[in-house]
């Protein structure tokens, strides 16, 4: 423990911002790194707690309080070395994970929990200042051929822990650069892309080759692919958006939020694009879906020049305090005002959007809204909508973006041509724990596999997921795994 | 025996223990009367208190008297037989209990007959004795034998009766042997009491009053010796033990040798080297084994001292080699006497514990103490010629007129008298005599090699690589925790780390972990029959000295014995293990033998390499080797190393079996040895010095990558590593109550858990397994399981370890009951009152299917009833009435956390417990609402923090803590920076200064000591239960017992997962038991010896869920501790850093500010307690049991899970756990009658009577009484009365009035509360004012009496221990430990023993004369004025926590003051003397001034002034 009594001398503080006035000029990364002496503090305020619930509030089992001592012992190797045990991509879960450790940590009871995400950021920044991020090539090498598909965290991570497993390992993007939603969904501002090249280059030096520009079940064959590899890790994400199929949905001006942020993201990139331009220039601008990919729909509107942005959400506004039925330590839905909310926008909660209103020329001119009460269960969990007699209203926009969500993956295609099963609510059927489709050979991981979900909890999956193919290759696997293994089933 | 030694269940008969009385009488010149024999028996009878008698209470324990053969009476009473006895010397006497059955007796007597014969002696015949059996118990009667004595003349060819008494003594053993092998069912009841031509020996399991009646000898006026050696025996059991019964042959011993296994191993090591000149090859076989099996340590000890004796060492000189004085790092011990010593050392260890022995060879007649004084022997000398000793003062009753001297033995010293000669010879005297026999000093010159002065090793030698050391690291199980959490804080701070909140993680047979071989090994630890020792405070007793080489010949005295090598510690570093190995003195030397086998995973590969190692190491013993290295460094990917501890104990063992093992020492040289546990196996299974060397490597790796903040350089570091091991060892022994390295070597005082019977009877011979567990081959899969890792070949390249998670829950680390889920669970469901939500977490906790973390966890229910309707259950609110919270002090938790667990259990009806802080009397009050935050039960630990007469009045129940899960066997400490002022108060003492608990209890050296601080609470307040606290471990269920026959109330019997506060970690892991084991144990043993039913037992130890109540109850329990889980209800959160102060939530800190942030109420851990009681019912439901006493004990309802499915779990044997024994139809296996505890007939019924108006309305009284050393605890219970009804003020000064007369008991004034004015014309025995309360005591010496006061004992051991209040006066000397733990009393005495004020925080001393050794050791506050004319006194005090400072003007006033007192209340010369010249005196006096004590007192008054 860096110091015992850290974290009553200590506040919690989190590195500056560039203001948003300033920021939103922009598509920069816009939090400043804190001084030594910040960080140091910052690390004293962990309390090494007997029971460190960050550490289990963390889908990757992150180990948090060893990390938080060497940042505060200064030891950036042993850091390193801890924090890259358990996280292929620290520099990912550092900038834009919603670090469910924070709300387990045990400060949190009464005081602000530790900063443990900006610790984690900067211990991988300044492992990669240091020189101490490497290629970890592999000793040996196991001839074995795994084939990733999707090289969003999910895949990455996968494809990351296999080729440390000494496999070789190939993987698949149908898009012109790896990364998926960390390379085209996430904006800049929050993640600017050489971050995700740095990690995609140092990958390609440990041996990974990524293949771009190739959709599998399109450009080539799934069953080819199956059978030309060893193992093969479907990690396509959850692509297909929710749809608010309401009267005008035709209507020019609305679009799914991806493609506004994609072609964003891509435009920052400078790499072409095709189709029209999506944007919210001089534009009245209404985000339906209170999400993070709705706070970026707001954070790109903003930097676009948008007139207004309004943002509406069909539940109500939740509680900015934990409640008796979200205590301590468990993930609370909570108020939670993000980055972009700061640079601008009105939130509107409980409304619901009846209509798309156009104009003559088949544009959108405003939303026909709804205000709208929610029935509760006994655990204060809603149950089904009431509208609020005479709140109809109209409110002028040109832009809609629809921030609802994902469905599931993609069917048509790979998934249909390789005979994968789906689970209820359709994505790819595997169980936790062994990753396994219905198809030999074949694993399910991220997104794809557990529906629409966090970065985090992607890199988890695909660390997870890898551990089991290469134990289905070698019949045991040395690679780390988030839980607790039996050494005695591993080893004999 | 019928319900003896059949060791079914738990119970084994090794386990039992014995204590008590002993004494002797004597006429100096020898002459011989019958008033001797008379007054002997007087004494005996007036220690009955210190004996035992059973379940029947007319069947003691034993008891006996040694004395000379009465000629004239025996020459009479043989004549009648027509046997013609002849001259005195020239015949022996063979006292014999034969088994009553005629035909075995005849056998016995055909054997008795051959061996005479073949001995060439001649048989002049039989006397039987008439004996009273009436007169004795039931239980005795059962088992009695037929009494005989045997005439057995002296051959012409004998000349002397030393080698005709060597003769008898032979003939004995030799019958004996031949007895025990030839006719076993005789051999339970043939017993020699004695046979010699010079004693002989009375005794039987009778009690003391019994003995006379019994046998009729003895009251015969024709009887006469010239002395008489006395016992009274208090045994832990009720079974029928004639044999064990004292004295024997040689001695009568009070006391217990804890290193027993070691030290016959060692006896037997020898065995094949044991020659004598003394004794022919046949004779010597017809001795073997010298040692009988299966009887009590005392007997051992008796065996051992004969042999010793037979080949030519005198009495006093065997004495000395067996009980040695403290010599090791004594500099003010006479060199000539130091040589023998430690001459001495090299041939044999001590025989270690407390003892008082008294002795006798027939002419010599005298008494010893062990080194630590640890049982009372006061003697007193008379002007006519006699010399009597006994456990107390006071026994036999003398003129005082006739008292030359009263004294007190001294810890290591002897008291001698020569009868023949007809004096006394001192200590001095004797032990110069014996230890100038020989040139010993220039034979350690000549011979003892010591390592720094051998040459530099032949080879360089070369460290491990980087890569290497994270390789060895892996095939060794080390974990980043271990490193993090136990080697850095050794390497930096030079401490053992602590820890907090106990341990929650699966046994080591149970964890899915590989483990390390020594987690299966837990330390025993010393708890009521022998008191743990302070390695700290106390550690001029111990030694860590240890010596490398052949021992020799142990029945011959040779100077090669001391040709070895001697170190000063047992840890080796590289360098000097280097030199040890290629050490070449021409007639001394090493060999390597590496410890590997072959790791291919084949059934069998281990057993292998472990044959061929021991094969190895007998074959180099044989080429004349004298240190074996027994290594693991030669290990590679094709051999796996043999686990250390299994290596060194195999070969120990093996060598041992051929008598092969004292000829050479062996040193481990191990990379699997990290922690001090680790280090202790090692020891306690025969290595005889350790190279750590991959803990060093370890070390050296991280100073090297900067993972040490320090600018320490690797030699300190490694140096402070050693030295942490050193201190964690001396903590261990001291736990056991053993003091040196050398007794615990090869003590074996562990019990495994979870090893299998052959694998420990094969390679841990003697130990305790009971569980079973491991064999060879899983052994072996263990450490594949690590091998293969460091070898596998590690893909990621990366060095990271595993992490742990022992002392921290980690998610990839070993599992924990409390974790985040369990932990959330909890809480949530008692903050929200929700069933449904606590149901799954017990699910949680309870379901251990795939994970397996305890004994219970193993278990499941089995349906012998109909399930029966929730309803028909008692009411929870009555099963509530069963609980109690764990013992948490204010101080270890905060007010808040305290309080509301008091709240919470008032409110149930259970009971919360103060822990051992004390308790504020604003708590007494009942608060506005109606709730209370009074204690139920009321601590009393070691260091009776705010123990008042008023503290204890204000309980339901008092709580005796002998041990503590977390840390058995030691004491804890308040840092200085926990006391504020709040906590100074309520524990008495000064905010800011630290406060250190004693690992033992000062008045509790043993089993009878503690039944005195029972009788002393019940006399404090006889309406509240007295609870007993003991920790789990093997042998609890016999020392149970004693407690059930010492009169506890209630026993807990607490396992040793729990508790907070700050303890070793290595304590908390690896000392004690689960509760289950002890429970069994305890819940058999009580059953067996008819004592269930008079005792409530009680258990606790992470009891979380009702499934665990109920498991407890059907082993046993009918009372549930609970405390973590009632804290996490509370609040906590499990940060296990209670010792930091730095508690996040306000439970474990005294921080204000954090304190505040406590959350709980007590209806949160109401609904804990109420929803673990409807758990419970639904269990009864299902079961069919209405009540819980209808379901104590009843095991049948347990049986194993039949679908276990760890390989592990599926080795363990849980038989003995589910054993039921039958309850005899009288007794119910709940408690169900009252403890008689004897407070009818005791003094101070009258004293009360007499107090009647001054408790009334506080008119002063006036009486006096004649006092006997039986009448004990004088004024506790008057105390008791004053308390009720004035509280903690008391009585106005003086309103009670009181003058005894008389030798006063044990614990006179204990208690005694303000108002009380007690006057002792006489002496007092051990505990005079303990406890004081504010009371004033003066005592003085009989006007009548002509010696000088303050060079005589006046009163005992132990004085004023705990004393909170009051003054004490005290013409004359005190004995050893006088005034430790006073926290606010005022004393004068004019002489004290060793460790006078020790641990002391409070009030005044002034000593007026001579002090022992280790004055003021760990005294934080208060002060102590020493008288020191000649300036010796700096030699005897412990300066490491205060200054010795010249005296102040206002010091000068308050002694001058009491001075003037001391002469009015006790008129004391002394006293006259100082004050008359009192210009000269007051230069001479020191004032002992406690560091802390003087800064925080400096830093009051600054502030005041400014």
């Not at chain 1, 960390?182 to 030096?205: A, S, T």
């Not at chain 2, 019928?2 to 204590?19: A, C, I, M």
Request: charge should be negative; aromatic fraction near 8%; charged fraction near 25%.
């Amino acid at each position: 423990m860096g110091k015992a009594t850290g974290f009553q001398e200590f506040n919690r503080e989190l590195p500056e911002k560039v203001p948003a006035a300033e920021r939103v000029k922009n598509y920069n990364e816009f939090v400043h790194l804190y001084t030594d002496e910040k960080l140091n503090q910052q690390s004293a305020r962990c309390m090494n707690c007997g029971v460190p619930f960050c550490h289990s509030g963390c889908p990757l089992g992150n180990i948090i309080p060893e990390f938080n001592d060497a940042v505060y012992r200064k030891n950036w190797e042993e850091a390193y070395n801890i924090l890259s045990s358990t996280n292929n991509f620290p520099e990912f879960t550092g900038r834009i994970c919603p670090a469910p450790c924070e709300s387990a940590c045990v400060l949190g009871i009464n005081k602000p929990a530790v900063a443990i995400e900006e610790i984690e950021k900067h211990i991988i920044e300044i492992a990669f200042s240091k020189n101490l991020v490497k290629p970890v090539a592999p000793l040996i090498k196991t001839g074995k051929r795994v084939s990733v598909v999707g090289s969003g965290p999910a895949g990455l991570a996968a494809a990351a822990q296999l080729s440390k497993a000494g496999h070789l390992v190939t993987v698949y993007e149908r898009d012109d650069r790896p990364g998926g939603l960390l390379q085209y969904g996430i904006p800049d501002f929050k993640l600017e892309k050489w971050v995700v090249q740095r990690r995609v280059e140092l990958m390609e030096k440990d041996g990974v080759v990524f293949k771009c520009n190739i959709e599998v079940g399109k450009d080539i064959a799934a069953d080819d692919l199956v059978r030309n590899s060893d193992a093969v890790v479907l990690a396509g994400g959850s692509t297909i958006p929710r749809n608010l199929p309401i009267p005008g949905r035709d209507l020019k001006g609305i679009f799914f939020a991806m493609d506004f942020l994609k072609q964003q993201n891509k435009r920052v990139s400078g790499v072409p694009f095709y189709g029209e331009d999506i944007l919210a220039t001089d534009k009245d601008v209404i985000v339906i879906g209170g999400g993070d990919t709705g706070s970026d729909c707001v954070g790109t509107s903003n930097r676009q020049g948008a007139k207004s942005i309004k943002q509406f959400e069909v539940m109500m506004q939740p509680p900015e305090q934990r409640t008796t039925h979200m205590p301590w330590p468990t993930y609370p839905m909570i108020l939670k005002t993000t980055s972009s909310h700061e640079e601008g926008v009105e939130r509107f909660w409980g409304v619901n959007t009846e209509e798309f209103l156009g104009d003559e020329d088949g544009n959108l001119r405003a939303l026909k809204v709804v205000d709208v009460t929610w029935e509760l269960d006994v655990m204060n969990r809603p149950i089904k909508f009431q509208k609020v007699e005479g709140s109809e209203r109209e409110i002028p926009c040109q832009r809609v973006f629809l921030a609802m969500g994902f469905l599931f993956p993609q069917h048509t295609g790979m998934i249909e041509s390789m005979g994968v099963a789906l689970d209820e609510r359709k994505n790819v059927k595997a169980k936790e724990g062994n990753y396994r489709t219905n198809v030999s050979k074949v694993f399910a991981a991220g997104d794809m596999r557990r529906g629409q979900s966090l970065v985090v909890w992607a890199i988890s999956e695909g660390r997870e997921a890898a551990r089991k193919v290469d134990e289905f290759l070698m019949g045991h696997s040395v690679l780390e795994s988030k839980d607790a293994v039996n050494p005695f089933e591993q080893v004999f | 025996m019928d319900q003896t030694e059949d060791g079914q269940g738990l119970y084994r008969p090794e386990f039992e223990h014995d204590s008590c009385g002993t004494g002797f009488i004597t006429n100096i010149n020898g002459h011989k009367t019958n008033q001797i024999i008379d007054d002997a028996l007087t004494m005996l009878e007036n220690m009955e208190h210190r004996g035992a008698c059973g379940c029947d209470p007319d069947s003691g324990d034993g008891a006996g008297i040694l004395i000379q053969l009465p000629h004239e009476f025996l020459l009479e009473e043989c004549s009648n037989l027509e046997i013609s006895l002849p001259e005195p010397g020239e015949y022996g006497v063979g006292m014999i209990f034969f088994p009553k059955e005629s035909a075995l007796k005849k056998a016995c007597r055909v054997i008795i007959g051959n061996a005479i014969e073949k001995l060439g002696l001649h048989k002049l015949g039989y006397r039987k004795l008439s004996v009273n059996s009436s007169t004795i118990g039931e239980t005795a009667r059962k088992a009695e034998p037929d009494v005989e004595q045997l005439f057995v003349q002296r051959p012409h060819h004998i000349t002397n009766t030393d080698d005709f008494e060597r003769k008898l003594y032979i003939l004995r053993r030799y019958i004996n042997k031949t007895v025990t092998e030839s006719i076993p069912a005789a051999a339970e009841h043939f017993y020699f009491t004695s046979f010699s031509c010079k004693t002989i020996i009375y005794k039987g399991q009778v009690t003391t009053y019994q003995l006379r009646q019994y046998f009729p000898d003895l009251v015969d006026e024709r009887m006469a010796s010239g002395f008489a050696m006395i016992h009274s025996r208090f045994s832990t059991n009720t079974f029928p033990s004639w044999k064990l019964a004292q004295p024997f042959r040689l001695i009568a011993h009070n006391g217990e040798i804890n290193t027993l296994t070691g030290n016959l191993n060692w006896f037997y090591s020898g065995l094949k080297s044991y020659a004598s000149a003394y004794f022919t090859n046949e004779e010597m076989e017809m001795l073997l084994p010298v040692i009988d099996n299966n009887q009590s340590d005392s007997a051992c000890l008796d065996n051992i001292i004969e042999i010793l004796l037979h080949t030519g060492r005198s009495l006093p000189h065997v004495m000395m080699m067996l009980i040695p004085e403290a010599w090791d790092g004594n500099e003010q011990m006479d060199p000539i006497k130091k040589a023998f010593y430690e001459y001495h050392a090299t041939l044999m260890e001590p025989w270690d514990g407390p003892a008082a022995i008294t002795f006798t060879d027939g002419k010599f007649v005298g008494a010893l103490l062990d080194r630590n004084g640890l049982r009372p022997l006061r003697f007193v000398i008379t002007t006519d010629g006699r010399v009597i000793a006994a456990s107390e003062a006071g026994v036999l009753k003398l003129d005082e007129k006739l008292v030359l001297r009263k004294g007190r033995l001294q810890p290591g010293k002897m008291l001698l008298v020569d009868t023949e000669k007809g004096k006394i010879i001192t200590d001095d005297e004797i032990k110069h005599q014996v230890a100038s026999r020989q040139p010993y000093g220039r034979w350690l010159e000549n011979y003892k090699i010591r390592l720094s002065e051998l040459a530099e090793p032949r080879l360089a030698f070369a460290s491990l690589s980087e890569d290497s050391v994270f390789r060895y690291q892996q095939v060794f199980g080390y974990t980043r925790e271990d490193i993090d959490t136990i080697i850095k804080p050794m390497a930096l701070d030079g401490k053992e780390p602590v820890g907090s909140m106990g341990t929650d993680v699966p046994l080591a047979i149970l964890s899915d972990k590989p483990q390390h071989l020594s987690s299966y090994f837990k330390q025993f630890f010393a708890q009521v029959t022998n008191p743990p020792i302070d390695p700290i405070r106390e550690r001029l007793v111990m030694s860590l000295a240890t010596f490398i080489g052949n021992n020799g010949n142990l029945l011959d005295e040779d100077k090669m014995h001391c040709h070895c090598v001697v170190l000063q510690h047992p840890i080796l570093k590289n360098h000097q293990l280097e030199k040890l190995r290629s050490i070449d003195t021409g007639m001394f030397h090493a060999k390597t033998l590496q410890t590997y086998y072959n790791a291919d995973g084949m059934p069998g590969s281990l057993e292998k390499g472990i044959a061929r190692l021991c094969r190895y190491a007998e074959d180099s013993v044989d080429d004349g080797f004298e240190v074996l290295i027994l290594s693991d460094r030669a290990i590679d990917s094709e051999h796996a190393p043999i686990p250390s501890l299994l290596a060194v104990s195999a070969v120990h063992h093996h060598l041992i079996k051929s008598g092969r093992r004292g000829a050479v020492g062996l040193v481990v040289e191990t990379g699997d040895t990290w922690e001090v546990h680790h280090f202790a196996c090692l020891l306690a299974f025969g290595a005889t010095a350790i190279n750590p060397y991959l803990a060093l490597s370890t070390i050296e790796t991280l100073k090297n990558n900067g993972s040490l903040e320090t600018s320490l350089d690797l030699k300190s570091l490694q140096k402070n590593y050693v030295k942490s091991v050193n201190d964690g060892l001396l903590k261990i022994f001291s736990k056991m109550g053993i003091s040196t390295l050398q007794s615990y070597h090869g003590s074996q005082v562990f019990e495994i858990l979870g090893l299998n019977k052959s694998v420990v009877d094969k390679y841990f011979a003697g130990a305790v397994t009971r569980i079973g567990g491991l064999g060879l081959d899983e052994i072996a899969r263990e450490s594949l399981c690590k091998h293969k890792i460091g070898f596998g070949g590690s893909k990621s390249g990366t060095h990271l370890l595993p992490e742990g998670g022992i002392y921290q829950w980690k998610r990839r680390g070993e599992s924990h009951l409390f974790n985040p889920t369990t932990v959330h669970l909890l809480q949530h469901a008692t903050r929200t009152n929700n069933y449904d939500i606590y149901k799954n977490y017990a699910k949680e906790i309870n379901e251990q299917t795939e994970k397996h973390f305890t004994i219970r966890g193993l278990l499941d229910f089995a349906h012998h009833r109909e399930a029966i309707s929730i309803d028909e259950v008692e009411p929870a609110e009555n099963i509530m009435k069963r609980f109690a919270t764990g013992a948490m002090s204010f101080g270890s938790i905060s007010h808040e956390a305290h309080s509301t667990m008091a709240i919470a259990m008032n409110r149930i009806g259970g009971k919360s417990n103060t822990g051992e802080g004390g308790e504020d009397e604003i708590r007494y009050e009942p608060m506005p609402n109606g709730d209370s935050m009074r204690s139920a039960i009321k601590q009393v630990a070691s260091a009776r923090f705010g123990v008042t007469s008023n503290y204890l009045t204000n309980a339901d129940e008092l709580q005796i803590k002998m041990a503590q899960g977390a840390k058995p066997g030691e004491g804890g400490q308040l840092p200085g920076h926990k006391v504020d002022d709040w906590i100074a108060k309520t524990r008495h003492s000064t905010p800011g200064v630290g406060l250190i608990s004693p690992p033992p209890h000062h008045d509790i050296y043993s089993i009878e000591d503690l039944a005195q601080l029972i009788f002393d609470l019940k006399n404090a307040n006889r309406a509240a239960r007295i609870n007993v606290k003991l920790v789990s471990k093997a042998g609890v269920g016999t020392i149970a017992a004693g407690v059930a026959k010492a009169h506890a109330d209630v026993i807990l019997i607490a396992g040793y997962d729990g508790g907070t506060g700050a303890s070793p970690i290595s304590s908390v892991k690896h000392a004690g038991l689960p509760w289950e084991l002890g429970l069994s144990e305890a819940h058999q043993t009580l059953v067996r010896n008819k004592l269930r039913s008079r005792v409530v037992l009680q258990t606790d130890g992470q009891l979380k869920t009702g499934r665990d109540l109920a498991i407890a109850c059907l082993m046993g329990a009918e009372e549930w501790g609970v405390a973590t889980a009632a804290l996490v209800a509370g609040g906590c959160i499990m940060m296990r850093k209670c010792h930091l102060n730095t508690c996040p939530v306000g439970v474990a800190t005294q921080d204000p500010e954090l304190r505040k942030l406590f959350s709980g109420k007590p209806e949160h851990v109401v609904n804990l307690f109420r929803f673990m009681a409807e758990e419970l019912r639904e269990i009864m439901a299902e079961l069919g049991f209405r009540t819980v006493n209808e379901m104590v004990g009843r095991v049948q309802f347990l049986k194993v899970k039949d679908n276990l499915t760890s390989w592990k779990a599926k080795q363990i044997d849980l038989s003995g756990i589910l054993h039921p024994v039958n309850n005899p139809k009288d007794v119910t296996l709940y408690n169900s009658e009252k403890q008689d505890h004897g407070m009818d007939a005791i003094l101070d019924w009258k004293l009360l009577e007499a107090a009647k108006v001054a408790l009334e309305d506080k008119t002063p009284v006036f009486a006096s009484f004649d006092v006997r050393n039986v009448d004990r605890t004088i004024g506790t219970l008057l105390s008791n009365e004053i308390s009720k009804k004035y509280g903690s003020a008391g009585l106005p000064d003086n309103t009670v009035n009181y003058k005894f007369n008389g030798s006063a008991g044990q614990s006179f004034g204990a208690f005694a509360t303000k108002g009380i004015s007690f006057e002792l014309e006489g002496e007092a025995n051990d505990y005079v004012g303990k406890g004081l309360s504010g009371a004033q005591l003066a005592i003085y010496p009989a006007e009548s009496a002509t010696f000088t006061p303050e060079e005589n004992i006046i009163i005992g051991n132990v004085a004023l221990y705990g004393a909170t209040a009051g003054e004490v006066f005290i013409r004359g000397m005190a004995g050893e430990r006088f005034a430790v733990r006073n926290s606010g009393a005022t004393t004068v005495v004019e002489g004290i023993g060793d460790h006078g004020c020790e641990y002391m925080t409070g009030g005044r001393a002034l000593i007026l004369g001579e002090t022992g050794r280790n004055f003021a050791a760990g005294m934080s506050g208060g002060i102590a004025w020493v008288y020191n004319p000649n300036n010796t006194f700096s030699e005897n005090c412990n300066m490491e926590m205060v200054d010795l400072d010249p005296l102040s003007i206002q010091d000068e006033e308050q002694i001058t003051t009491l001075l003037h007192k001391h002469i009015h209340l006790t008129g004391s010369k002394v006293a006259q003397e100082l004050l008359a010249n009192w210009k000269k005196a007051s230069t001479q006096f020191v004032k002992v001034y406690p560091k802390e004590y003087k800064k925080v007192l400096e830093k009051l008054q600054y502030q005041t002034i400014g």
